[in-house]
């Protein structure tokens, strides 16, 4: 039988398998001995093949870790097909650069973004649309959505579908309760091992996958407040605004840092409107940090 780890305490794997149809159940497990003398540690994510030992129990040995398409550091999570990053439009107003900061972590993954801003309900301003306009002629999938009006929320359903997805987000922006509407309507007979695992119960000591329909996980990760990029050099970080890429050609320089150079395609982008001044703050204010960071 093959499953999914979505849960892992203790030296005990709990695997989500699917029995056929709408059936599905989750077996807790061990892991063979093998993979600690092989140094291979199964991970939250990681597709398995188990042997079960008893049905009724739900009780099971992971027999086989299948290969890994990736692995993330922060969360340790394996299999991941993309992130959700939430920032709420107003109330708390979101903070750009760390939205920036998270998509560059992801893009160090080659892990895709979609960014959803919440609270649509109550941006008397309109600036959601903004927001969504700004990060989308980044390159980056965006919506807003209304977690209490139910607005937005088939559309991420449909962006979500069929993949395994990290969810991340400052405190305060509605994370829980995005997740909450996500895993609405969603059935699936996991058995008395449910209540070992305390499935349901928001926790963010352990990285935890939750079902979120056929073939569809979502992952939540605490609330983050500020994210140091580790790894990443001054000279890389241009890479990392998609946008700057059909401009940079019309640098004098080659490495042109886009800060002060007399004459810069970016620069000259963000004076006629074409890149985003607030990308292009971030982005500056970014570069400064790496560039003054301690060397070891």
Do not use: W
């Amino acid at each position: 039988m093959q499953g999914k780890i979505v849960k892992g305490i203790g030296g005990f794997y709990y695997v989500h398998a699917a029995l056929g149809g709408m059936e599905s159940r989750i077996y807790e497990c061990r892991a063979k001995g093998i993979f600690r003398k092989d140094n291979r540690k199964p991970l939250v994510g990681d597709d398995v093949e188990l042997d079960v030992l008893d049905e009724a129990q739900c009780l099971g040995n992971i027999r086989e870790l299948l290969p890994r398409r990736n692995q993330l550091v922060r969360p340790a999570v394996a299999n991941v097909d993309q992130a959700l990053v939430i920032f709420s439009i107003v109330s708390p107003r979101p903070s750009f650069n760390l939205l920036d900061r998270f998509l560059i972590m992801m893009g160090q993954q080659d892990i895709p973004c979609i960014i959803c801003f919440n609270k649509q309900d109550i941006d008397s301003q309109g600036e959601g649309a903004a927001f969504c306009e700004i990060y989308g002629c980044a390159g980056y999938e965006t919506l807003t959505v209304s977690t209490r009006e139910g607005t937005g929320i088939e559309e991420l359903k449909c962006l979500l579908k069929g993949r395994t997805t990290t969810v991340a987000g400052p405190s305060g922006v509605g994370k829980s309760s995005i997740v909450n509407c996500l895993q609405a309507g969603v059935h699936m007979e996991t058995g008395q091992i449910s209540e070992k695992i305390q499935r349901g119960r928001h926790t963010t000591r352990h990285t935890e996958l939750i079902a979120a329909g056929e073939q569809t996980y979502i992952l939540d990760t605490p609330g983050f407040s500020s994210l140091e990029l580790f790894d990443l050099e001054k000279e890389q970080l241009a890479h990392y605004y998609p946008e700057f890429a059909a401009h940079e050609k019309y640098c004098r320089f080659g490495g042109c840092a886009h800060i002060h150079e007399p004459v810069c395609g970016i620069r000259d982008a963000v004076a006629e409107g074409d890149v985003s001044r607030l990308r292009y703050d971030n982005y500056c204010l970014i570069y400064e940090e790496l560039k003054n960071k301690r060397r070891f």
